[in-house]
């Protein structure tokens, strides 16, 4: 897949690729216009979003609804140091999903 980048005003910036189109651009306190997520914005949210696509192909695969499945990711990033940064994913599954599969249907293969 090849990916154009396109400068526009300011530190906004374009990618296009398929069909689509991504802009970006900077917080206001790092000199931008906060006007669309910044790059490592959307570089957080695609390793939340591929943690959340394959929980859904195991889900899916043994028939496990995910209709209460939650996924988090947080970035705890260091004030003093933006670059020292720490990632936490957790998950949940509320206890009214759980009573419809027994433990052995959770097990990994």
């Keep these: 897949m090849e990916i154009k980048v396109n400068f526009l005003d300011k ?8 069909d689509f189109t991504v802009v970006a651009d ?3 306190r790092y000199k931008g216009d906060g006007s669309a997520p910044g790059p490592f914005d959307y570089f957080l949210a695609s390793s939340a979003l591929c943690a959340a696509y394959f ?3 195991y889900c899916d695969t043994r028939g496990i609804s995910t209709e209460h499945i939650r996924l ?4 705890i990033v ?14 949940g599954i509320t206890q009214r999903n759980l009573r419809q599969r027994s433990a ?4 990994l293969d």
């Design 11 to 18: 530190l906004r910036l374009e990618a296009k690729f398929d």
């Design 26 to 28: 900077q917080p206001i």
């Design 55 to 57: 929980v859904k192909l």
């Design 72 to 75: 988090s990711q947080n970035n």
């Design 78 to 91: 260091d004030p003093e140091n933006r670059y020292q940064q720490i990632f936490k994913n957790s998950g």
């Design 104 to 107: 052995r249907d959770f097990a």
